[in-house]
């Protein structure tokens, strides 16, 4: 298998791609192919082989004990009793739980698994130097890279977040974070500023050269590495395998898919499943009051050229997606195109697409996402977070056609304050005392992950502005 660049004809095999994670020309690495995997004989599969099935599709130069052993130490016991992606069933809807990892987000289905394939990609390649991520995170990602790559020899990890862009627990999860090879920043800004500003420094030959200097490389844990979006592809398998396993669909027969969407890598691991054979009819792509994939998939306009909306879903409050790239390419793979559409963007902060987008899109606003999270508890009492609640909603408005998939991508008590809200409860000031009231109110046990957060004090918070970046991680690379 090779990895070729969205924007030219620059292509690299599977290690290096992890290891880059981002092409040179600024494009994303996409798989050169997808070949049909049979589903029958995935039947029997546990999540962990079909994780060995599907790395062993997609990383090609790895042995097959070096991706036993990457799947072996990702999906070990950070994951929680109730299984690694555990499926809840409510009628036509089933909903696919993946956050009982250890951050309790969907992105650490992922980001367990992208360290082990970094340090086996730097074997391979026999890279001497450390690796040095940067990432941006809308709220999520940040604390599954730190968690990820703790203690990880030979790689370091720094972390912006958007100064007022994150939930109190997202952001008491990052500053409590232990590990000597781990840093976090606030940025000014919002996430967008915050993902431009680290993609600005991958394409900065300077800072590239400063960080060589410094016996380092540039990668990055963002879903721009397809060392996060190949594991990604797995759960969908699982998900479908193991409603035909329950009884409640043929081998063959298609499903829906809906999907909280942000950066756009969860909802495209869902099409390249279905490029490898999972029969996928329809694609739902649910965004919050940010909705500007709703309005390019109704359009084909793409226009960011709007004020970001802080939302009670803030993993999605984003304006620039950057997988759809991905996607774009996928529909019509012409790299000229493509770096056409991608400058258009970020000079004029608009652009439109020449046809054939193939996605339903919605949005939920505020109000929707709040009586949704309440419906759904008084209903079926079932607990989601403000992300799922933005799929429920706009599958509702789409009306269920099949045996539709949702994408549960966060625990509720990641989201203590909005959550309780919805349910009729009163915030306080203190994160703590709301997070124990929404156990009371909701009859669910505080996850382990959460009550450890006030076993210390947070570090203090480091802000800085897009200007001092660079100087900024220099610095602590010389201390
Ligand atoms: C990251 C995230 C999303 C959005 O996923 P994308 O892959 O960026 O589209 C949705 N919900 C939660 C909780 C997230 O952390």
Known sequence: MRYKSTRSGHNVSPAQA?????SPDGGLFVPLQFEEIALKELIHDDYKALA???FSLFFTDFSEEAIAGVVESAYDDKFDKAGIAPLKLFGDRAVLEL??????????????VLPHL???AQRLKTQAEDILILTATSGDTGKAALEGFKDVPGTRVIVFYPMDGVSSVQERQMLTQQGDNLKVFALKGNFDDAQTAVKNLFSDPG??????????TLSSANSINIGRLIPQVVYYFHAYLELVRQGKIDLGEAIDLCVPTGNFGNILAGVYAKKLGLPITRFICASNQNHVLTDFFTSGVYD???????????????????NLERYLYALKPD????????????TEGVFTWPGGLDMIAGFADEEEVSRTIYQVFAQHHYLIDPHTAVAWQVLDKNKPERMTLIISTASAFKFPEQVLQALGGTPTEDTRENIEQLARVSGTPVPHPIKDLWEREPFQRQVVDAEAMQEAILRWLDE
């Open 118 to 120: 970094m340090k086996e």
């Open 304 to 322: 960011a050229r709007r004020e970001l909306l802080r939302t009670s879903s803030p993993s999605m409050d984003i304006l620039v997606s950057s």
């Open 207 to 216: 800072f590239q050269e400063a960080v060589r200097s410094r016996g380092s």
């Open 18 to 22: 992890v290891l880059q994670g981002i």
């Open 335 to 346: 790299e000229q195109l493509i770096r056409q559409k991608m400058q258009a963007l970020k």
């Open 52 to 54: 060995r099935h599907m």
């Open 99 to 112: 956050f009982h990892g250890p951050t309790l987000a969907f992105k650490d289905m992922a980001l367990s």
